[in-house]
């Protein structure tokens, strides 16, 4: 008898409880880890790992799961275990994902400022700059636009309230809710910050367009000016 191909040997090393297409069938897909979902994309592991060791490996190098949609094709194929094929495979996949949410046609309705937190983390927790950024909403608080406006430090002088609210009416925005994220990770305000917040509350006054908000953005955690404190990402809190 011949040798039994390589692909075949890694993934018959695994138990069934860990071959990770039978374990969604079994169990179903959401009950599945991060490094087993990867697992599943990858289908094959290498000649010193199985497809759940390469997964873990590829996802600790990494920084998470968070990390991978921020992973460049290079970047993919630059890591031990992942060829040109599995590199494109991977991107398709970020994008898809991307696209779907993009898509969505669900009207997003912000009725407190943890609303806000859970749509924004994922994509302002981990950024390395500072990033300015206003939902403008509708009558009924429905997201109309999401827009980056700013990136750098959020310095009072530099923020310009002048595009803030003619970016809002140019959409027929009549409320918004400002956001920006500390790359420290900790979202307790800066003087800048209650500057800005001060003159966001006032232009917006004059201008005729409410600010709910202005929303910190740091590492699980968020801070509201309205609310004047800090919360958690499990906090809940309303306008």
Known sequence: MGKRPLALSMIKTLSIEE????????????????????????????????????????????????????ASYGKLISMKGIK?????????????????????????????????????KSEMMHLKQEHFVILILDQKHRLILKKTLFIGSINASLISMREIFLETLSFNGV?????????????????????????LMESGKMMNVKVLDHIIIGWNEFYS???KRLYNEHDVIAF
């Not at 087993?36 to 997964?55: C, F, M, P």
């Not at 407190?112 to 937190?117: K, L």
């Not at 800066?190 to 800005?196: A, G, L, P, R, T």
């Open 84 to 120: 040109k094929a599995k590199g494109v495979e991977l991107m398709a996949i970020l994008e898809i994902g991307k696209r779907i949410y993009e898509a969505t046609d669900i009207p997003v309705i912000f009725d407190s400022p943890h609303a806000v937190f859970n749509l924004m």
């Open 225 to 227: 000016f309205v609310g």
């Open 19 to 70: 071959h990770p297409r039978e374990k969604a069938l079994s169990v179903g897909i959401d009950q599945l880890s991060d490094e087993e979902l990867l697992a599943i994309v990858l289908r094959t592991g290498n000649k010193s790992e199985n497809v759940i060791e390469l997964s873990k490996r590829l996802l600790g190098e990494i920084g998470g799961i968070v990390h991978l949609k921020d």
């Open 175 to 199: 409320a918004l809710i400002a956001i920006h994220n500390h790359p420290s990770g900790d979202a307790r305000p800066s003087i800048e910050d209650e500057e800005v917040t001060k003159r």
